[in-house]
């Protein structure tokens, strides 16, 4: 049987024919663009066909004006620069909760109509964030929640999914574990203290930092933690490490950002580059002779580009030198 909707609000129309399934997801897709649309267009609101009843003494018509029903406007979403942007700000504390925030990025803020679970890995993958172990059964839970809906259709071999209007609230109304509460307490607040690490006993100038490279003009952040491992082994004979010590090393001695998530994310891609062991359940990671050349290739390359820039700043030590 062959349905059909029409939906008007103001000056934006939405209408669609065919069966429950097709006219059920062009209206979620209607829904789901309506608060781009509606902050591009003024909301007219028609005039009714009869005129209204002759209103009581004392009242103008200005008054009865007034009472006219007028559309309720979704609000636009919050814009990010990036998915980590909306991660770093949503911190979300299950795979569960990850996988619904990446698919709310998908839906609303690169806006497609539909995803894959490759899609939500790869988009993980290009924030460098760590990616769930089964993103499939993340899927299938919010799908239980209410969030998701499976697709009729597919991308080759892969189960297609969108974002239901329920998940699209729970995204925007998402409040971090323990926020409200900080939100609540009339305390003053405290600055963060980096997890204690025993590497934050060792003093920056022990570590004989210029004898290396200045790690804060290093681009890439995994090249960053090759460097910073490398120095700490050299200098101090530091083995191994955990997520903290990197973290808290990079926060409080180098003045550098950096999140569990993505420093646990570089050792794990880092393959033959770092040995791993687990001490009371806690992962800990070494340099590896691969791990140490490339760091020594990094620290050879940042010197020799810093070394024009020297010269050119010292050209009285270059003409002697010269002469």
């Not at 609230?169 to 009339?186: D, L």
Request: hydrophobic content about 35%; glycine content about 4%; proline content about 5%.
């Amino acid at each position: 049987m062959t349905n059909r909707i029409r939906i008007k609000m103001g000056a934006v129309e939405f209408e669609a024919e065919g069966d429950e399934t097709l006219i059920e997801r062009e209206r979620e897709r209607f829904f789901s663009f309506l608060p781009q649309i509606s902050s591009l267009v003024t909301p007219v609101i028609e005039k009714p066909l009869q005129l209204p009843p002759p209103s009581p003494e004392g009242e103008s018509r200005e008054g009865s004006t007034q009472m006219a029903e007028k559309p309720t406007l979704v609000n636009v979403p919050p814009s990010y620069e990036s998915l980590a942007s909306l991660l770093d700000e949503k911190k979300f504390s299950t795979d569960v909760e990850l996988v619904m925030g990446v698919a709310y990025y998908l839906s609303r803020v690169k806006v497609v109509d539909s995803f894959t679970g490759k899609d939500v890995e790869n988009a993980l993958n290009d924030a460098k964030q760590l990616v769930p172990k089964n993103i499939s059964q993340c899927i299938a839970s919010n799908i239980n929640k209410g969030l998701l809906r499976e697709c009729s259709e597919k991308q080759g071999s892969w189960k297609m999914y969108s974002v239901l209007a329920k998940g699209i609230t729970w995204c925007e109304s998402y409040v971090p574990t323990g926020a409200e509460q900080r939100k609540k307490s009339s305390r003053p607040k405290t600055p963060k203290v980096a997890k204690d690490s025993p590497l934050l006993s060792i003093s920056v100038d022990d570590l004989h930092i210029r004898d290396y490279c200045e790690v804060s003009k290093i681009d890439k952040f995994e090249e960053q933690v090759l460097v910073v491992m490398f120095i700490y082994t050299k200098e101090k004979h530091i083995e191994y490490f955990s997520f903290e010590d990197i973290v808290a090393v990079f926060k409080e001695k180098f003045k550098l950002h950096a999140t569990k998530r993505q420093v646990q994310y570089v050792l794990d891609k880092g393959d033959t580059m770092f040995d791993k062991k687990t001490e009371k359940r806690i992962a800990l990671h070494r340099l590896m002779t691969r791990g140490i050349q490339e760091a020594e290739r990094i620290v050879a390359q940042q010197r020799n580009s810093n070394a024009p820039l020297a010269a050119a700043s010292n050209p009285a030590k270059q003409e002697t030198s010269e002469s």
